[in-house]
């Protein structure tokens, strides 16, 4: 019959409540020796790892938690009966031992007694192409990891990451897409992102089935460029499976490194833990039952105690086909699973120290945010600050997880915490911009007084697809602002339409400044806004507020965009405002 180790087990878990290692000889049915070495994983988890000649099989840890059935029997091994019912003698040892663990499976570090541990948080984690642009930096983010979830400063909370979440080395995404325009020439070239990948499984000596999938993938794009090559055709279908390869080599590269440097990971592709999408391919949406699709997917196949390493940015539509989900793609690939997990925690890791009062290439003073609200950072995003798409914040304002904006060159910098609460006793939280802008003003005095003067022209901005960034209105006039992206072509037929009832100005050139800023307090900052504006003679052409209850935005000429967001960066974060900030209606120099 088979032996089950409970007596050696019973044993070994009781050590292990005080001890972070162990190893001894132990005869087994009095005549074989054992060699056995146990590593605590956790207060709940620990692994052995068992030796014997007879078994050929080397030494394999073996792990064990408190929702484990305590069974290390290797096949062939077999005892006397006297054995068998030793063991049956310690069973209820076994069961009162694991009554008294936490059920909960993670990665929390071992508590001894006499000492406390703060609590361990559930997270997923997301890592940029900046963050992974080689092997240093792949090698650099997994021992970052690795330090999250056993942190060596006892005032840090340990992590138990349920998901990384990662893009495609470096500009792997950039240099496909080259790749597939290279091949409409009739020129197939793959070496560049061949040499990357190949060398980094080379520069950290990775298991041979780890190169082996990564030189399918690489070959199979390479299949498919020269299918590109000699049809001629390269769809938006085809170039979503086009760029999936540099996520898909990726997540395979980070997860066997983690494994090297002994933490349990798996590389899985976005559809294999449920990120399913519709089929607008270059932009797609996730499905409304994509959350619970993840979750199912995370709760019937994905150990917790392992760390699933999952492309960004990818999906699947119904049909199985691959679709990618545009900008702020891995963002969203983040928050959707964290929110599908119930994490306490979604952190986002990029090159900058959390959000900034302002772009630091422009503003050298420009500091971290500590905490912004959902509706702040939305608004920072479309007004141009590089934090997280708007799309992308959707799932964690749903579920309200937190979002943490952290820097992977600097982690120890405290970084950004969205929530819901935010700062409620800040005046301005930051200032951004978005520059190439275009004004057009529309004024039509034959509509006073009678109604669908409004109508008429959005009727014109939907027929020809042109959208609108910051508007102002009157009764008999409207100022729009359009950004860079507009067709000139579509802009001049939209012109031409609106000319037929209306008058119509389009001044070029120009930006805007936006103030994410406590709106119930707007007298005292567009007193303190207005007062510098006037000192150092910049014009303000529109000015939009309301709508939201954190932005103020401003219309400017781009010749002194620079100027008047220094300026205000002085006022409202420096404390050095050249005309004086106005606080509680009172002048503060």
Request: glycine content about 6%; aromatic content about 6%; some cysteine.
């Amino acid at each position: 019959m088979q032996f089950t180790f409970q007596v050696l087990a019973a044993s070994l878990l009781i050590m292990a409540s005080t001890i972070d290692a162990f190893h001894s000889t132990v005869w087994i049915g009095h005549r074989r020796p054992c060699s056995v070495s146990i590593r605590i994983l956790s207060q709940n988890d620990m692994a052995i790892a068992l030796r014997d000649s007879r078994w050929k099989r080397g030494c394999s840890w073996i792990s064990l938690s408190a929702d484990d059935d305590i069974d290390m029997t290797p096949d062939d091994v077999t005892i006397d009966e006297e054995d068998s019912n030793a063991s049956n003698d310690t069973s209820a040892v076994i069961s009162t031992y694991k009554s008294n663990l936490s059920p909960r499976r993670s990665f929390t570090p071992t508590t001894r007694i006499g000492s406390s541990s703060p609590k361990t948080i559930d997270v997923t984690m997301k890592f940029g192409g900046s963050s992974l642009a080689n092997s240093e930096r792949i090698d650099y983010v997994t021992k970052l990891i690795k330090d999250r979830i056993h942190p060596t400063d006892e005032n840090d909370t340990p992590v138990r990451p349920r998901a990384v979440i990662c893009s495609a080395m470096g500009k792997t995404t950039n240099s496909l897409l080259s790749a597939g325009e290279m091949a409409l020439e009739g020129r197939v070239d793959l070496e560049a992102l061949r040499t990357l990948h190949i060398g980094t499984c080379k520069t950290f000596d990775l298991p041979k089935h780890t190169v082996e999938e990564v030189e399918k993938l690489l070959n199979e794009c390479e299949d498919m460029l020269n299918g590109v090559r000699l049809i001629q055709e390269l769809s938006p279908k085809s170039l979503d499976q086009l760029v999936s390869y540099g996520e898909r080599c990726s997540v395979r590269i980070v997860a066997a490194r983690l494994n090297q440097i002994g933490i349990p990971a798996q590389a899985f592709d976005a559809w294999d833990v449920g990120v399913i999408t519709d089929d607008n391919y270059g932009d797609a949406k996730l499905l409304p039952n994509c959350i619970e699709s993840i979750r199912e997917r995370f709760k019937s196949r994905i150990d917790p105690n392992v760390v699933a390493v999952v492309t960004g940015f990818i999906g699947h539509d119904p049909k199985g086909k691959i679709t990618t989900l545009g900008r702020g793609g891995s963002d969203l690939s983040a928050t959707a699973i964290g929110a599908a997990l119930g994490v306490d925690e979604v952190q986002v890791w990029k090159d900058v120290d959390g959000i900034l009062t302002a772009d630091p290439r422009l503003v050298p003073n420009a500091v971290p945010v500590s905490r912004v609200s959902y509706e702040e950072a939305t608004e920072l995003a479309y007004f141009g600050a590089q934090v997280l798409h708007p799309i992308a914040m959707q799932p964690a304002m749903a579920a309200d997880i937190p979002v943490r904006v952290k820097n992977s060159y600097n982690p120890s910098a405290k970084g950004s915490l969205i929530d819901h609460v935010g700062d409620p006793e800040r005046m301005v939280t930051a200032i951004t911009c978005k520059r190439d802008i275009t004004l057009m003003d529309i004024c039509s005095l034959s509509m006073l007084g009678t109604y669908g003067f409004l109508k008429n022209v959005f009727s014109d901005f939907e027929k020809h697809k042109v959208s609108v960034d910051v508007l102002a209105s009157s009764e008999v006039s409207v100022s729009v602002t359009l950004d860079k992206k507009q067709d000139n072509y579509d802009v001049s037929q939209l012109q031409n339409d609106l000319s037929t009832f209306a008058e119509v100005e389009l001044h070029r050139d120009r930006a805007i400044l936006t103030l994410i800023a406590d709106v119930k307090r707007s007298s005292d900052v567009l007193a303190t806004v207005f007062r510098s504006f006037s000192a150092n003679e910049i014009q303000v052409e529109m000015m939009s507020q309301g709508a939201s209850k954190v932005n103020i935005s401003f219309i400017v000429r781009e010749d002194q965009i620079d100027d008047a967001i220094l300026k205000l960066h002085q006022c409202f974060f420096e404390g050095r405002c050249d005309v004086g900030m106005i606080e509680s209606g009172e002048l503060v120099n």
